[in-house]
């Protein structure tokens, strides 16, 4: 676990960076002597470095005790969800918001729950037509039209 | 000491039919979150936020999301009974007794005692809001920007501090909310800062899209990777109103864990959480049988969960007096207020006076509302948790894209939720807290302009942090927090290697 909570350490240190080169090279540190748009940012950046240098310093040496991030295959779950509903978002404007609902659920029930195809069906549909009465008809959110409706 | 006039308002408006279904309606679906675990009070309401968008009234959106937060500290309490699971972060330490008592075949009477403790510390807390609210919101129009950047200061060093196991992350995660809340338009000059060309990005981050993805997408994700399932104690729900002898050794827990609970609950970050665990430590250093604790002692429900309840309700004073959110919850119920155009601080009471009067007034109804649903129609809660969350997961998925779509109807916002909720997944697994996150990020805006023009008032001289009387003490107070708590760690890790060596 303490290596990751390096990772996590330099990711922010790298955060920290990128914001205190804004603040200096492309917004204002000041303004008219008075504290410009860039002035929090920096101070922020600065913060976060020597808390990110904090994290990576108690976090230096052999690991305590041997706990894995993830339990074997356990990052399985969560990286098909992850997919699914990136592609959900990619299909969204092209096939409509309620069959894009439908296929999220179908997808979601069949492959990450392993439910049979029917339950994983009939549960999409059902989603699908409550999303579409309430948003659509109810709340009249403008989704996009699609391919079906 | 009271505003009757003001309470009558709110009566009058919390009790019109509309408000009276949208409270019934909040506290329901906030005792079903805190029953259920993996979905918090925050996740839900940020799940709500766009719907309450739709909302016509301010007043209906905020009983709304008012119901959700308190009813959750009821519901809380039966997961952590019956299952040993904490439905809440709040009802941690009701796992320890209550489970306990259910084992004994008590678990009637615990659910009981939680639910006459959350009602009664509930309306102790209520009655407190309504007392000091308008006095403290009166003193705090005397506040300028040095005295509110001081305050935020304060706010967000103690939420880091008091949340949470560790200060470090919770600080990182609070400096990373606060330039978070920078990216976007700048709001003194108005120049466009970290957009990199992205043209979405030169309007802020929306605090819906945040929110979701971090508390609702996140905690998804998270919960997907633990497959197995908690079976339901098999014992049966009987003698749900406590007999005398409990009442008898539950009163005092139950009064003293409202005061805890209130004054906790009014720190930046002490909260429901703290409470519950300071209210159980005090009872068991109190107790004349501290050996029955952990063995099914009753007051070790009936104390915490007293205590999480006044908190719950007194983490609404600087909320709605001050403008600063102490918990991931109320930052949500300050978003809703923003969202509904109404700024909460000391201007509220004056302004908008049928917000606040009427919101408090259904928060005593909403806690009569709690009484019933909790006590007789407990087994219906205990029937919930046989939903299985492997349908549950995929309908929340699809409640956060297309709540979040339907804000801006933007597919962007839709794709920073996204990752806004893998950067929550990971940041749960390494031990972050994302609440000192959110709070920063709805504090950010508050803070940056309180700073810039508290230095333009002084031509830049840093000193009016400190020597204006009300910032000072602030300031003080906040040194003297960090120093003190540096020192303890210190003399804590000293001891540590002295008893290693």
Redesign the interface.
């Known amino acids: 676990?303490k290596s990751?909570?390096r990772y996590?350490g330099v990711f922010?240190l790298a955060?920290a960076a990128l914001?205190i080169q804004?603040s200096v090279w492309v917004?204002?540190l000041f303004?008219h002597?008075?504290?410009?748009?860039?002035?929090?940012?920096f101070g922020?950046?600065v913060?976060?470095g020597v808390?990110?240098i904090?994290?990576i310093a108690?976090n230096l040496g052999p690991e305590e005790q041997q706990v894995p991030?993830?339990?074997p295959r356990?990052?399985l779950?969560?990286l098909l969800?992850?997919g699914i509903?990136?592609a959900?978002?990619v299909v969204?404007?092209d096939i409509g918001?309620i069959t894009s609902?439908v296929v999220?659920?179908v997808c979601?029930?069949f492959f990450?729950?392993h439910?049979s195809a029917p339950v994983s069906a009939l549960?999409g549909v059902l989603?699908g037509l409550v999303?579409y009465l309430v948003?659509e008809r109810f709340?009249?959110?403008?989704?996009p039209r699609g391919i079906l409706f | 000491m009271f505003d009757v006039a003001g309470l009558w308002l709110g009566f009058q408006i919390a009790f019109s039919p509309v408000n009276l279904l949208w409270g019934l309606i909040g506290c329901v679906l906030g005792t079903a979150v805190g029953v259920l675990p993996g979905l918090g009070p925050a996740a839900t309401i940020a799940l709500l936020l766009p719907i309450s968008m739709k909302m016509g009234s301010p007043v209906t959106a905020i009983i709304l999301m008012s119901g959700i937060f308190y009813g959750a500290m009821y519901g809380g309490s039966t997961t952590s009974i019956l299952l040993k699971i904490p439905g809440e972060a709040a009802s941690v330490v009701t796992c320890i007794d209550g489970y306990e008592m259910a084992k004994q075949g008590r678990a009637g009477p615990a659910l009981g005692i939680a639910a006459i403790g959350s009602f009664i510390a509930g309306t102790i807390g209520l009655i407190g809001l309504t007392a000091m609210a308008p006095p403290l919101a009166e003193a705090a129009l005397k506040f300028g920007p040095a005295e509110y950047f001081s305050l935020t200061v304060l706010g967000l060093l103690l939420a880091t501090y008091l949340t949470g196991d560790s200060p470090l992350k919770g600080l990182t995660m609070a400096i990373l909310g606060l330039m978070l809340g920078c990216i976007g338009l700048d709001p003194l000059s108005g120049a466009v800062r970290f957009d990199f060309g992205v043209a979405d990005l030169q309007s802020n981050i929306d605090f819906v899209t945040l929110a979701m993805g971090l508390f609702g997408v996140g905690e998804i994700l998270f919960s997907l990777e633990k497959s197995e399932t908690a079976s339901i104690l098999t014992t049966k729900i009987k003698n749900v109103f406590p007999t005398l002898a409990d009442l008898a050794r539950s009163g005092w827990a139950m009064v003293r864990g409202s005061v805890i609970g209130f004054l906790v609950g009014i720190l930046p970050g002490g909260g429901a959480v703290l409470s519950s665990l300071i209210s159980y430590a005090v009872e068991k250093k109190v107790s004349k049988h501290p050996e029955e604790f952990g063995h099914g002692a009753i007051e070790g429900v009936a104390g915490p969960e007293s205590a999480n309840n006044a908190a719950a309700s007194s983490s609404f004073i600087p909320l709605l007096t001050l403008g600063i959110p102490g918990n991931a919850s109320t930052a949500m119920i300050f978003a809703a207020l923003l969202i509904h155009g109404i700024t909460p601080g000391p201007f509220l009471l004056k302004e908008h006076a049928d917000v606040f009067w009427g919101v408090v007034a259904s928060m005593y109804i909403g806690n009569v509302m709690l009484l019933v649903l909790n006590l007789p129609l407990v087994g219906i809660w205990v029937q919930l948790l046989r939903v299985p969350y492997a349908f549950m997961a995929p309908l929340i998925m699809v409640l956060t894209l297309v709540g979040v779509y339907s804000v801006n109807n933007s597919v962007f916002d839709i794709w920073v939720m996204l990752v806004m909720g893998i950067f929550g997944y990971l940041a749960r697994k390494l031990k972050f807290d994302l609440g000192p996150l959110l709070l920063a990020f709805v504090l950010g805006p508050i803070m940056e302009r309180s700073l810039r023009q508290a230095l333009l008032i002084s031509n830049g001289d840093f000193a009016i942090f400190f020597v204006r009387p009300i910032s000072g003490a602030l300031m003080a107070i906040a040194i003297l927090f960090v120093t003190y708590n540096l020192w303890a760690a210190r003399k804590e890790k000293r001891k540590a290697q002295a008893k290693a060596a």
């Open positions: 676990m990751w909570q996590a922010f955060l914001a804004q917004l204002r303004d002597g008075q504290p410009g748009s860039g002035f929090m940012p922020l950046g913060i976060l808390l990110a904090c994290l108690i991030f993830w339990e356990a990052w779950r969560p969800a992850i509903t990136a959900y978002v969204f404007d918001a609902v999220l659920v979601w029930l990450v729950e439910k549960t989603t999303v948003f709340l009249q959110t403008p989704f």
